[in-house]
């Protein structure tokens, strides 16, 4: 059960007792750190009795357990949680499917196509029922691989109070993905390209949070996976998949999990913290495998990173995982603050022995190459008519490397579940080439194709980007002041 007083820290030491929606807007904590609940609620003796909900009913049974009817009362959050899930095509949200042996959470009947439309559908509703209730404005700022980008702009276009700016890095998305982005005209959404990296869009993002007085004058808000609600409400499809596949919840369930920037896997870790019966997690990575290299060696260490067919995984520093080396060192903040500043300044970070074998413990890795996901599309489409994405094919790889070291496929009561976390005609080319055969696009992908953009292309500068920042930012309060006094003087004024 979830405490009567929940709270929440930073990572790093510098902040405590924080509420929830202090959490949520602090994004990156002004320590530099990642905020994490003070407590994780232990679901043990509870959770059998969820297993019959539809899945708003369950996301907030989870909120619940992070967030005090004080700060959201009870009506207003279930009415939040069913408004966030409407726009899923399909019934059950995520619904899991049966592909040979293995089971696929397919995680993308979301707006976007993508399973960071679970979270950020939710927190889009979040932040604007918080800002209509004090008032105030907030500029979302994010950075993205792919995905998160459109799934943020999907949340918060339309939003009253939000302006929301996500940096993408030039030339490194899919052409679907960039298409989901740019074409959103909302006033209120600003695309940036960045010339490099997703790690130096991530390194901004994370400079410009550092930068105290310009985050308390912009308000600044983050949609990326360091914001603990983004993790928080992708826990609830953890649950969730279980009850499908064990309606008596007399089973074990382990999940193979696509991994960028630790996000995903990390809300599978905290739901098997909070009680659910998972067996293994396991880190799928591409050739992108700082975390591999980790789970593996023990050596965190910064390699410059790769283009692939996979790119939403095209990461080489994973923020999210610093909230688990928090609980890895002993939830020792001073121990991972000083990590974490040599790992900034050298791109090195190693455990020990002892901590190696503990994270061994709590999960295992493997690395899909641009062969594995090739050799992997080809072989599902051709063998069992099913399609995955590159990512998605990451999952599927990982899970076939481990399959006799971890003897998963003779467990009794077991089963094996892979997050399919994006549509495959988001990567139509890269699938395409693999099996010969052309992806059939949903309508509304298709639609994308030829849709018109808006977008600015910016140096890789934290300075361009502030820059920008201010300008629109500014630009639009004096319009909407302008507005306002236009409107007081129509008012004032007698017909003519």
């Not at 300044?345 to 690395?367: I, N, P, T, Y």
């Not at 997050?419 to 693999?434: E, R």
């Amino acid at each position: 059960m979830a405490p009567s007083i929940i709270t929440y820290r930073s990572t790093r030491g510098g902040a405590t007792g924080m509420s929830f929606e202090q959490a949520v807007f602090e994004g990156l904590a002004p320590d530099g750190g990642l905020m994490i609940p003070d407590v994780v609620p232990d679901v043990s003796k509870e959770y059998k009795s969820w297993s019959k909900m539809k899945f708003h009913e369950l996301a907030f049974e989870i909120v619940s357990l992070y967030c005090s009817s004080d700060e959201i009362p009870r009506d207003d959050l279930r009415e939040l949680m069913q408004r966030s899930y409407k726009t899923f095509d399909h019934q059950e949200v995520v619904p899991t499917i049966k592909v040979h042996d293995l089971h696929i959470m397919e995680l993308f009947h979301g707006p976007t196509f993508a399973f960071k439309d679970v979270a950020l559908q939710a927190l889009g509703n979040l932040y604007e029922y918080f800002l209509k209730r004090n008032g105030r404005r907030l500029t979302v700022l994010g950075a993205t691989s792919g995905d998160t980008g459109g799934a943020a702009i999907y949340g918060m276009r339309g939003k009253e109070n939000v302006d929301c700016f996500i940096l993408f890095p030039e030339g490194r998305v899919s052409h679907i993905q960039q298409q989901q982005m740019t074409s959103v005209m909302d006033d209120n959404v600003h695309c940036v390209a960045i010339k490099g990296t997703f790690d130096d869009c991530q390194d901004i993002v994370k400079d410009l949070f550092a930068d105290l007085s310009f985050k308390k004058e912009y308000g600044l808000g983050a949609v990326n996976s360091i914001n603990w609600a983004r993790i928080m409400f992708q826990i609830t499809y953890y649950f969730y998949t279980y009850y499908k596949l064990f309606p008596n919840c007399d089973g074990e369930i382990s999940f193979s999990v696509p991994t960028g920037n630790f996000g995903d896997i990390l809300a599978g870790y905290y739901a098997r913290l909070m009680g659910l019966p998972v067996k293994h997690l396991i880190v799928a990575t591409n050739s992108n495998d700082i975390l591999h290299r980790f789970f593996t060696s023990g050596k965190y260490d910064k390699y410059p990173v790769k283009q692939t067919m996979s790119p939403s995984m095209d990461i080489g520093i994973s923020s999210n995982f610093e909230r688990y080396l928090f609980d890895l060192f002993g939830k020792d903040a001073q121990k991972l603050q000083k990590a974490m500043l040599e790992f900034k300044s050298c791109g090195k970070l190693h455990v020990d022995g002892e901590e190696l074998q503990r994270a061994r413990k709590d999960f295992v890795s493997a690395c899909a190459t641009e062969q594995h996901q090739t050799d992997t599309i080809r072989q599902y489409e051709t063998s069992f008519g099913y399609t995955l994405c590159p990512h998605t094919a990451c999952g599927v790889s990982a899970v076939d490397q481990l399959r006799q070291s971890l003897n998963w496929a003779s467990v009794q009561n077991h089963k094996m579940v892979v997050l399919a976390t994006a549509h495959p005609g988001k990567f139509a080319d890269s699938v395409h080439a693999a099996t010969g055969t052309p992806v059939k696009l949903p309508p509304a992908l298709s639609a994308l194709q030829s849709a018109p953009t808006r977008f600015q292309v910016l140096g890789n500068s934290a300075k361009a980007v502030r820059n920008a920042i201010e300008t629109t930012v500014n630009g639009q309060v004096s319009t909407g002041v302008l507005a306002s006094f236009l409107h007081l003087l129509r008012k004032m004024l007698p017909c003519c």
